[in-house]
Each structure stands twice: as structure tokens, then as C-alpha cells.
């Protein structure tokens, strides 16, 4: 069997509903939003402060190297937190993905 086909005939047996009255749905569900909301909240925060550092205070302004400032350098430090954030997730999804694929193979698939 392909594997479009196998996954087309799992879907049609998986019963969402029940699987997220599971308790292992729900332990699992909690596991990842715990671990994600540090990431979202410091993402946030740094994305945030930003525009106000740079619109309400002259501490970015500084010059950092040559003619480039502490705001350039926070600006593009963005980019690399997000690159830094999305490796540790598809690291660690991975880990959820084989969890999940564990409670459907458990309770869902007959």
C-alpha cells in the first residue's frame, strides 16, 4: 500500500473526538504547550521591547561598529534568536510527534 493510501485509510479510522478525551492526549498537549511558552513569551518580549527602546529612548543609537548601531545589531539578533527558537521546536517536536503517533496507535486505530 503507498504511503498516501495508508495514510488517507488511517485518517478515516481516527476518532479525534475520543482522542483528545484521552489522558494521554491531554498530559501530552500540556508537556508541549510548557515547553512552547517560554520560547513565545521571550519572543515577544524581545520583539516588543525593539520599537520601544528604539522609539522612546536613544540607547540603541550608539554606534557598536563603524557606523553600525546597537539597533542594527539587536534588529538582525532577532532573526537569529527566531533561527535558534525553531531548531530547539523541530528538535524537540520530534519527540511529540512520536508521542502522539504512540496514543493514536494505543487508543484510536483498530
Not at 491531554?26 to 520601544?52: E, S, W
Not at 537569529?80 to 496514543?103: P, Q, R, V
Amino acid at each position: 500500500m503507498s504511503s498516501t493510501a495508508h495514510k488517507k485509510t488511517r485518517e478515516q479510522q481516527i476518532d479525534y473526538e475520543r482522542l483528545v478525551k484521552t489522558p494521554e492526549f491531554k498530559a501530552l498537549v500540556k508537556r508541549k504547550n510548557q515547553f512552547i511558552t517560554p520560547y513565545v513569551v521571550i519572543f515577544f518580549a524581545a520583539y516588543f521591547i525593539l520599537p520601544i527602546l528604539t522609539g522612546y529612548t536613544h540607547i540603541l543609537e550608539a554606534k557598536a561598529i563603524g557606523w553600525i548601531t546597537w539597533t542594527w545589531i539587536y534588529a538582525f539578533g532577532m532573526f537569529g534568536m527566531t533561527w535558534l527558537f525553531a531548531m530547539i521546536y523541530a528538535k524537540k517536536s520530534s519527540s511529540f510527534d512520536k508521542e502522539a503517533e504512540e496514543i493514536i496507535l494505543k487508543n484510536i486505530l483498530k
